[in-house]
């Protein structure tokens, strides 16, 4: 079965081209403590974040983007299908892969937080995987009811999480 590109699927598609331009510029811990270093010659970085705590958020946010681009492709597979349709029963594997991505995308980015992100962000990051579940949940239990309401919700914590990751990652990616 083909899929189809929508609109938020491409932004989805170009954000993650964004996590691999912005992965390939800070793929060593010696490029991004370089640049953190022109930075700041105290070790404190303009956001006010100290060296290890910048790299961990850049390796946290990389994750970050790539894994939403693929949650939010599938998801909106998944919706387009049910749309279509009105019927679970219908819409072929869109559910399993959106349930699949969903999951799989959470955990794939609570493990990429490292000791050093701070308590701030470790929270975004904790809301936005805990509405992921949560939104996996209600399309594997093929309910309907709250779906929309906690697709907002997800999509409120996902940018969220996305704007605080903007701020840290290096100018240019």
Known sequence: MARRTTPVAAAAVAMTAVAVLAGSSCSSDDSVRDRA???SSTGVTRAGSSEAERIAVIRLCQQVITSTGAMV???NAFIEKLNDTQDYDRIGAEDRWAVETLQTGAEMIRTAVAPDVPGDIDAQVQAYVTSSERLAELIEDE???GLNRTSD???DRRSTLLDTCSGYLP???
Do not use: L, N, V
């Open 153 to 155: 919700d997800w999509s």
């Open 143 to 145: 309910a309907r009811r």
């Open 171 to 173: 100018a240019g990616s």
């Open 37 to 39: 270093a022109e930075q």
């Open 73 to 75: 492709r599938d998801y």
